[in-house]
């Protein structure tokens, strides 16, 4: 191999690693950013398409049927909410009612997720324009909400929801189920 060619494969090879140094510094960022915000507000009446049936709709309605549920907003194009995501699993598998907004995704996709990784949620809102995801306030992908059975929202989470923010601020919701 010539000199020239072997540097410019060694170049090559560090600015890949240092590329990829520098995703995982920003994605593990991203996990330690998680914010709660205590918040006072409706949600959003809405009419809109199930991911998993076409010919159903969901509403406001359909989603307030226990005292307290999460809604979580993803994506399939979010890697942060695939790491979320098993833990969506568990808290479904103890009874946590869960509620999700699939916000600006492929359909086909969003659907891949759900059947591959398993699906955490009662029922999928599918917000392919935004429009809900937008009138709820959400910046970026994962959000979750504490909306309780008047449609009040009492916490924003941005950021992932994993054991330690579940057993802070939302686990004395849940008691009991």
């Given at each position: 191999?010539?000199?020239?060619?072997?540097?410019?494969?060694?170049?090559l090879f560090?600015?890949?690693?240092?590329?990829?140094?520098?995703?995982?510094?920003?994605?593990?960022?991203?996990?330690?950013?998680?914010?709660?915000?205590?918040?006072?507000?409706?949600?959003?009446?809405?009419?809109?398409?199930?991911?998993?049936?076409e010919?159903?709709?969901?509403?406001?309605?359909?989603?307030?049927?226990?005292?307290?549920?999460?809604?979580?907003?993803?994506?399939?194009?979010?890697?942060?909410?695939?790491?979320?995501?098993?833990?969506?699993?568990q808290?479904?598998?103890l009874?946590?009612?869960?509620?999700?907004?699939?916000?600006?995704d492929?359909?086909?996709?969003?659907?891949?997720?759900?059947?591959?990784?398993?699906?955490?949620?009662e029922?999928?809102?599918?917000?392919?324009?935004?429009?809900?995801?937008?009138?709820?306030?959400?910046?970026?992908?994962?959000?979750?909400?504490?909306?309780?059975?008047?449609?009040?929202?009492?916490?924003?989470?941005?950021?992932?929801?994993?054991?330690?923010?579940?057993?802070e601020?939302?686990k004395?919701?849940?008691?009991?189920?």
């Open positions: 191999m010539q000199k020239s060619t072997r540097n410019k494969l060694l170049v560090g600015l890949a690693l240092a590329i990829t140094l520098g995703f995982s510094i920003s994605m593990e960022r991203k996990l330690e950013s998680t914010k709660v915000l205590q918040i006072e507000r409706a949600f959003p009446f809405f009419t809109a398409e199930d991911l998993m049936a010919d159903r709709l969901i509403s406001r309605t359909d989603i307030l049927t226990q005292p307290y549920q999460i809604v979580n907003v993803w994506a399939s194009w979010c890697g942060i909410c695939k790491l979320e995501h098993e833990y969506l699993n808290l479904k598998n009874g946590v009612p869960i509620i999700g907004i699939n916000y600006r492929n359909k086909l996709d969003a659907i891949k997720v759900i059947k591959n990784e398993g699906n955490p949620f029922k999928i809102i599918y917000d392919h324009r935004g429009d809900l995801s937008i009138e709820l306030g959400v910046i970026g992908t994962p959000e979750t909400y504490l909306v309780d059975r008047n449609g009040n929202i009492r916490l924003k989470i941005m950021g992932v929801l994993n054991e330690d923010i579940w057993n601020y939302l004395s919701y849940f008691q009991g189920i």
